[in-house]
């Protein structure tokens, strides 16, 4: 099993930033890819950004693309969502999820991921 718990999500005005982090424990960090998804209400969950094992590619979703940025510290057990010039449409709870690495590429697949943290909401005001 791998326990995740994302924080730093919040309240900010359109245009500014938030640092997310997801803090795992259980098991070999480094055994597993990580994604951020992230679900608005009425919509289904979409995957946002997800990294590689050894943090070696990152892989983004077209609408965050030059504006958010992921990476991990596996020293740490730690994977970051660096969120800038949000808008509002990037309101949604942020969830992180690891994925057993079955194959070289990150899945952008809600179905490929293994374990889920509890998600923290993010509001982004215009």
């Known amino acids: 099993q791998v326990q995740l718990v994302e924080s730093g999500g919040g309240l900010v005005e359109a245009g500014g930033s938030l640092r997310l982090s997801c803090v795992a424990s259980?098991?070999?960090?480094?055994?597993?890819?990580m994604g951020w998804f992230r679900q608005a209400p009425g919509k289904e969950r979409e995957f946002v950004a997800g990294i590689r094992w050894s943090g070696a590619r990152t892989y983004y979703a077209d609408s965050v693309k030059g504006r958010l940025t992921i990476s991990r510290d596996n020293a740490k057990n730690t994977v970051y969502l660096q969120m800038n010039s949000l808008r509002p449409e990037d309101t949604a709870v942020y969830y992180c999820a690891a994925a057993t690495v079955r194959r070289i590429g990150v899945s952008d697949q809600v179905s490929e991921y293994d374990y889920w943290g509890q998600g923290t909401q993010v509001t982004v005001s215009s």
């Open positions: 259980g098991r070999t960090f480094s055994n597993y890819h």
